[in-house]
């Protein structure tokens, strides 16, 4: 009787460590493979399309093109584009970041001169999908201005939805 208990513990204890050891693996090959391969990656552009001006206003012309380069879809939150000049008095080499670091401190009034959302009808960005958008910027108005810097510089930030996660793109333009 003692060896059939004996025995029984023994197969119950071998099965228990052949799960711990499934489970294990199936944990480690998710957190640290699959859910990686998984998971939403935005690569954000931005270009100088156009520089214009209108009733001696410049406008510049960007276009942002997002493309989801993961394998699942990213929902989208909010993506909001905001910039402003760099003013000739304050220009030096130390104002200018290294591009994608971080965005524009938009507490600041004099870096948030413009500030809009942008693929507001778009819900998500499936996965190797690409989209673009247009976005007409007003730069500083000659008439109302005493400086009229050549230097102005734009971020876009993307917020994924329900996930701690943003991508930012910085760009600082020449007029």
């Known amino acids: 009787m003692l060896d059939d208990i ?4 023994e197969i119950a204890r071998n099965i228990a460590t052949v799960l711990g050891i499934l489970i294990g693996g199936t944990w480690s090959l998710w957190v640290f493979f699959l859910s990686r ?5 935005l690569i954000i552009t931005q270009t100088l399309k156009e520089m214009t001006n209108i009733n ?3 406008i510049a012309i960007i276009e942002v093109r997002v493309k989801n380069i993961g394998r699942s879809k990213v929902d989208l939150e909010y993506c909001s584009i905001n910039g402003g000049e760099i003013p000739d008095a304050i220009y030096s080499r130390d104002h ?3 591009i994608g670091t971080e965005p524009i ?3 600041d009034p004099t870096n948030r001169a413009f500030s809009q959302l942008i693929f507001k009808e778009r819900k998500r960005i499936e996965p ?3 989209t673009s958008e247009e976005i007409a910027v007003v730069l500083s ?3 109302s201005s005493t400086s009229n810097p050549n230097l102005f510089r734009v971020d876009v930030v993307f917020k994924a939805k329900e996930i701690k996660k943003y991508w930012t793109s910085g ?3 020449k007029r």
């Open 6 to 9: 004996n025995t029984f513990s």
């Open 37 to 41: 391969t998984f998971a939403g990656s």
């Open 56 to 58: 001696s206003i410049p």
């Open 96 to 98: 200018i970041y290294t």
């Open 105 to 107: 401190d938009t507490e």
């Open 128 to 130: 190797n999908e690409e």
């Open 141 to 143: 108005n000659p008439i």
């Open 171 to 173: 760009a600082i333009y």
